[in-house]
C-alpha cells in the first residue's frame, strides 16, 4: 500500500517582494495565502504554450503525460491539486490612503514569514512534472496585483541566483534582460522608472523618454496632437474650454496638427482614460481612449525582484503575437472639459483618432534608456 507521502511533495518557498490583496476582511492567514485559482492555469498555461520552447529535451519526457493529463480538449478532473500554507500569520500593511506611492483603493500588501506549497496528486509522473515546472513558473511570473510591478515575486527557498538567471535567459532571451544591484524600496524604483520611461515628471520636470525616442524618428506624441484639437475648441468656443499647459498663446487657424503624431504611449500599457491640466491647474480635462478590439494593453516590461536585485525585462518577444497587433492599429480619443457638468452633449466633446506606431523595437528603446540610469545587462 502506497503512503499518502508518496503522493505529495512539498516546496518551501521564498518571497521576494510583498504580495498585493485587494479588500482583505478576515484576520486568518488562510484568507490571505496566493490564489490557488491564478497560480494553476499560470502553470499549464507554461506546460501547453512556453514548456518545448524553454527546453525541448525536458518537454519530450514528458510529452506523453502531457498529452495525458493537460490536455485542454479532455473533459477530465484536474490530474493535481496544489495547497498553499504557513504556519505563520503573515504581516500585512494596509494601503487605503491617496498619499501611498501610488493609489490602488483598498489593499493590503502581504509578506510571508514562511509560505508551503504542496504538490499532491496520484500519478507520479505528474508530480514530477510539477516538481521541474514551477520553479520555472516562479522564476518567470509574478502573482497578485501589479504583477507586472514586481509585486508577488516568490522562488524556492533553494533556487540560487544562477537558477533564477537562467531560468529568466531560457524564458526572455538575455538581450531582453537589465538589472539593478542594491534596490532596497523596489516598488519607489519601479514607480520611478516606469514613470521616466512613459509619461515623464513634473517635479523635477523631466521628459519622457518615450517621447524622446519617437521625436528623433520625427513622430511627436498623442498628447501634441489633444492640445492642438482643445486649442482650436477654445478659440470656437470661448470661455468653457481653457488651453492646456504649454500651449502657445496664439490660436491655430484649423484643428489639424501639420506635424506627426501617433498614440505612442500605448506602446507602454494602455490605460482606458487619463486626465490633463491646464494653464492653472485649476480644470481638468477626461481623455477616453477606445477601440473595438483593443480593449487592454498589459504593459510589455515586467520587473522581477530576486533578494536585493530589480530586473526589468522586455515581454514583447515573449508575447509577439499579442504585442505585434496594437502596431498600425487605430484608437478613439474622446475629451470632455470637467467644468461642464452633468451630461456631456457632442458640443462638448472633442474626437479625434490617431494611430500606432507601425513599429517598435522596445528592446532598442531599454537598452538606450535603462542603461542610462543604472541598469546593466544580464
Same mark, same amino acid.
Given at each position: 500500500?502506497?503512503?499518502?507521502?508518496d503522493f505529495r511533495f512539498k516546496i518551501p518557498l521564498k518571497q521576494h517582494s510583498p504580495l498585493i490583496h485587494f479588500q482583505v476582511k478576515k484576520e486568518g492567514p488562510k484568507d490571505e495565502l496566493i490564489r490557488i485559482s491564478e497560480?494553476?492555469?499560470?502553470?499549464?498555461?507554461?506546460?501547453? %504554450? @512556453? /514548456?518545448?520552447?524553454?527546453?525541448?529535451?525536458? *518537454?519530450?519526457?514528458? $510529452?506523453?503525460?502531457?498529452?495525458?493529463?493537460?490536455? =485542454?480538449?479532455?473533459?477530465?478532473?484536474?490530474?493535481?491539486?496544489?495547497?498553499?500554507?504557513?504556519?505563520?500569520?503573515?504581516?500585512?500593511?494596509?494601503?487605503?490612503?491617496?498619499?501611498?506611492?501610488?493609489?490602488?483603493?483598498?489593499?493590503?500588501?502581504?509578506?510571508?514569514?514562511?509560505?508551503t506549497l504542496t504538490l499532491f496528486s496520484y500519478h507520479k509522473e505528474v508530480l514530477e512534472l510539477l516538481k521541474s515546472v514551477i520553479p520555472i513558473v516562479l522564476s518567470g511570473f509574478n502573482l497578485g496585483t501589479r504583477k507586472s510591478?514586481?509585486?508577488?515575486?516568490?522562488?524556492?527557498?533553494?533556487?540560487?541566483?544562477?537558477?533564477?538567471?537562467?531560468?529568466?535567459?531560457?524564458?526572455?532571451?538575455?538581450?531582453?534582460?537589465?538589472?539593478?544591484?542594491?534596490? %532596497? @524600496? /523596489?516598488?519607489?524604483?519601479?514607480?520611478?522608472? *516606469?514613470?521616466?520611461? $512613459?509619461?515623464?515628471?513634473?517635479?523635477?520636470?523631466? =521628459?519622457?523618454?518615450?517621447?524622446?525616442?519617437?521625436?528623433?524618428?520625427?513622430?511627436?506624441?498623442?498628447?501634441?496632437?489633444?492640445?492642438?484639437?482643445?486649442?482650436?475648441?477654445?478659440?470656437?468656443?470661448?470661455?468653457?474650454?481653457?488651453?492646456?499647459?504649454?500651449?502657445?498663446?496664439?490660436?491655430?487657424?484649423?484643428?489639424?496638427?501639420?506635424?506627426?503624431?501617433?498614440?505612442?504611449?500605448?506602446?507602454?500599457?494602455?490605460?482606458?482614460?487619463?486626465?490633463?491640466?491646464?494653464?492653472?491647474?485649476?480644470?481638468?480635462?477626461?481623455?477616453?481612449?477606445?477601440?473595438?478590439?483593443?480593449?487592454?494593453?498589459?504593459?510589455?516590461?515586467?520587473?522581477?525582484?530576486?533578494?536585493?536585485?530589480?530586473?526589468?525585462?522586455?515581454?514583447?518577444?515573449?508575447?509577439?503575437?499579442?504585442?505585434k497587433n496594437i502596431l498600425g492599429k487605430t484608437f478613439k480619443f474622446i475629451i470632455k472639459n470637467n467644468e461642464i457638468r452633468g451630461n456631456h452633449s457632442e458640443e462638448d466633446t472633442i474626437q479625434l483618432d490617431l494611430e500606432t506606431?507601425?513599429?517598435?523595437?522596445?528592446?532598442?528603446?531599454?537598452?538606450?534608456?535603462?542603461?542610462?540610469?543604472?541598469?546593466?545587462?544580464?
Amino acid at each position: 500500500m502506497n503512503d499518502k507521502s508518496d503522493f505529495r511533495f512539498k516546496i518551501p518557498l521564498k518571497q521576494h517582494s510583498p504580495l498585493i490583496h485587494f479588500q482583505v476582511k478576515k484576520e486568518g492567514p488562510k484568507d490571505e495565502l496566493i490564489r490557488i485559482s491564478e497560480f494553476k492555469p499560470l502553470i499549464e498555461r507554461f506546460v501547453k %504554450h @512556453y /514548456f518545448t520552447a524553454f527546453d525541448p529535451g525536458l *518537454y519530450n519526457n514528458f $510529452k506523453k503525460c502531457i498529452g495525458e493529463y493537460f490536455n =485542454k480538449d479532455k473533459k477530465q478532473a484536474s490530474a493535481y491539486k496544489l495547497h498553499a500554507s504557513t504556519d505563520l500569520s503573515p504581516n500585512k500593511k494596509n494601503k487605503n490612503t491617496k498619499k501611498d506611492t501610488a493609489y490602488f483603493g483598498d489593499y493590503c500588501e502581504i509578506e510571508y514569514p514562511g509560505l508551503t506549497l504542496t504538490l499532491f496528486s496520484y500519478h507520479k509522473e505528474v508530480l514530477e512534472l510539477l516538481k521541474s515546472v514551477i520553479p520555472i513558473v516562479l522564476s518567470g511570473f509574478n502573482l497578485g496585483t501589479r504583477k507586472s510591478k514586481g509585486f508577488g515575486s516568490f522562488t524556492p527557498v533553494t533556487m540560487k541566483e544562477k537558477e533564477f538567471q537562467t531560468n529568466l535567459i531560457k524564458l526572455y532571451k538575455q538581450e531582453n534582460i537589465f538589472v539593478k544591484n542594491n534596490i %532596497h @524600496y /523596489f516598488r519607489n524604483e519601479v514607480n520611478k522608472i *516606469y514613470q521616466l520611461l $512613459k509619461s515623464g515628471k513634473n517635479k523635477p520636470y523631466e =521628459k519622457s523618454m518615450l517621447y524622446e525616442y519617437f521625436m528623433k524618428k520625427g513622430i511627436r506624441w498623442e498628447k501634441a496632437a489633444l492640445k492642438r484639437k482643445i486649442a482650436y475648441k477654445v478659440k470656437e468656443k470661448g470661455s468653457a474650454w481653457h488651453p492646456l499647459l504649454n500651449t502657445s498663446g496664439k490660436y491655430p487657424e484649423n484643428e489639424h496638427t501639420d506635424i506627426s503624431c501617433s498614440f505612442i504611449r500605448a506602446l507602454l500599457g494602455l490605460a482606458g482614460h487619463y486626465t490633463f491640466l491646464n494653464n492653472n491647474r485649476e480644470r481638468q480635462y477626461t481623455v477616453s481612449v477606445e477601440h473595438e478590439e483593443v480593449k487592454r494593453i498589459p504593459s510589455p516590461i515586467l520587473f522581477k525582484v530576486f533578494e536585493n536585485k530589480l530586473y526589468a525585462i522586455s515581454v514583447w518577444e515573449f508575447y509577439r503575437e499579442e504585442y505585434k497587433n496594437i502596431l498600425g492599429k487605430t484608437f478613439k480619443f474622446i475629451i470632455k472639459n470637467n467644468e461642464i457638468r452633468g451630461n456631456h452633449s457632442e458640443e462638448d466633446t472633442i474626437q479625434l483618432d490617431l494611430e500606432t506606431p507601425s513599429v517598435f523595437d522596445l528592446r532598442d528603446f531599454l537598452t538606450g534608456n535603462l542603461l542610462k540610469m543604472g541598469y546593466t545587462k544580464l
